[in-house]
Antibody, heavy 118, light 110 residues
Framework: QVQLVQSGAEVKQPGASVKLSCKAS????????LHWVRQAPGQRLEWVGW????????RYSQKFQGRVAVSRDTSANTAYMELTSLRSEDTAVYYC???????????WGQGTLVTVSS | QSALTQPASVSGSPGQSITLSCTGS?????????VSWYQQHPGKAPKLMIY???KRPSGVPARFSGSRSGNTASLTISGLQPEDEADYYC??????????FGTGTKVTVL
């Protein structure tokens, strides 16, 4: 069965960076794009960016351009998202999600809480 | 990219039908058939309920249906059940090869 398992909660100081992981299993990792979506406490879902694990291509929301980088390790079936220059507004649960060819998100990770606080 | 516009809350009694709207533009909702809907219960990851505007994934009850008119997509829940109480988000692919979520609607079952 398809599973996306994310890394554990992180606490970071303002200005620091965080790198989250998302390990995929139950399907061929390189044949579906992987997306990152975040949700601040009590707020809406917000699309961050996506990765094509097959060729490494990425695309990011303009809001995060320059501060986010998504990468992958195909040998480990794992995708990563690094967010730099953290500020308090980046406190959120970050989800990875698999996208189908129909551009919907059919499987989601359990989410990783990132807390930015001094 | 601004968020798609959804009503903040919609409520209904068990058995009733309710419709949630999702308004965008010709650059997203109105321009592509890649509109999807997600249900999210508190503390849980979102769950795909509708994809490609009108299609239901296997396992999603038939009381959930999707439609679109112009730049507004809609999710209808026919025969509301207590377990349908949750937040609902629409999502669309956009002309800039990105994605945008809606502002979210809280559904309350009275």
């Amino acid at each position: 069965q398809v599973q996306l398992v994310q890394s554990g909660a992180e606490v970071k100081q303002p200005g620091a960076s965080v790198k989250l992981s998302c390990k995929a299993s139950g399907y061929t990792f390189t044949t579906y794009t992987l997306h990152w979506v975040r949700q601040a406490p009590g707020q809406r879902l917000e699309w961050v960016g996506w990765l094509n694990p097959g060729n490494g291509n990425t695309r990011y929301s303009q809001k995060f351009q320059g501060r986010v980088a998504v990468s992958r390790d195909t040998s480990a079936n794992t995708a990563y998202m690094e967010l730099t220059s953290l500020r308090s507004e980046d406190t959120a649960v970050y989800y990875c999600a698999r996208a189908t060819w129909a551009k919907d998100f059919d499987f989601w990770g359990q989410g990783t809480l990132v807390t930015v606080s001094s | 990219q601004s968020a798609l516009t959804q009503p903040a809350s919609v409520s209904g009694s068990p058995g009733q039908s309710i419709t949630l709207s999702c308004t965008g533009s010709s650059s997203d909702v109105g321009g592509y058939d890649y509109v999807s809907w997600y249900q999210q219960h508190p503390g849980k990851a979102p769950k795909l309920m509708i994809y490609e505007v009108t299609k239901r994934p296997s396992g999603v009850p038939a009381r959930f249906s999707g439609s679109r008119s112009g730049n507004t997509a809609s999710l209808t829940i026919s025969g509301l059940q207590p377990e349908d109480e949750a937040d609902y988000y629409c999502n669309s692919y956009t002309s800039s090869s990105s994605y945008v979520f809606g502002t979210g609607t809280k559904v309350t079952v009275l």
